[in-house]
C-alpha cells in the first residue's frame, strides 16, 4: 500500500508563500503521477495541479496558474506544491494524490488511487 503524507500548511497572510510537501512510502515512486487537490468548507474537493509520469509535464487548474508550481523529487519521494501570491481563496485543506497509472489527464478524483489525509492552508487578509 502506497502512504502520503502533506506537510506545510500554516496560517499566512495574504500575499504570502508556503510550500507544501507529500512523501509517499510504499511504492515505486518514480512511476506515479502525482497530483495536489484541495477542499474548502462547504465546497466540493477540487483539483490543483498535477505531474505526470516524467516532469516537467503538468496541468493547473485557471485560478492557480501562475501562483502555484508543482514539482517533483524522485530520489527523496516527494511531491512539492508552491504557492505564492497567496489569497483567502485559497484557504483549504490539501491533499496529494498518486496513481500508478494514468489514461486521462490526471484531473479528477477518480483519476487517483492513494490519497494523504491533508494539510490546512489558512490565508487571510
Known amino acids: 500500500q502506497v502512504q502520503l503524507v502533506e506537510s506545510g500548511g500554516r496560517l499566512v497572510q495574504a500575499g504570502g508563500s508556503l510550500r507544501l510537501s507529500c512523501a509517499a512510502s510504499?511504492?515505486?515512486?518514480?512511476?506515479?503521477?502525482l497530483a495536489w487537490f484541495r477542499q474548502a468548507p462547504g465546497k466540493e474537493r477540487e483539483f490543483v495541479a498535477v505531474v505526470r509520469r516524467t516532469a516537467p509535464f503538468t496541468l493547473y487548474r485557471d485560478s492557480v496558474k501562475g501562483r502555484f508550481t508543482i514539482s517533483r523529487d524522485n530520489a527523496k519521494n516527494t511531491v512539492y506544491l508552491q504557492m505564492n501570491s497567496l489569497k483567502p481563496e485559497d484557504t483549504a485543506v490539501y491533499y496529494c494524490?498518486?496513481?500508478?497509472?494514468?489514461?486521462?489527464?490526471?484531473?479528477?478524483?477518480?483519476?487517483?488511487?492513494?490519497w494523504g489525509e491533508g494539510t490546512q492552508v489558512t490565508v487571510y487578509s
Open positions: 494524490a498518486a496513481s500508478g497509472r494514468m489514461y486521462g489527464l490526471g484531473s479528477t478524483e477518480n483519476d487517483y488511487d492513494y
Open positions: 510504499g511504492g515505486t515512486f518514480n512511476s506515479y503521477y
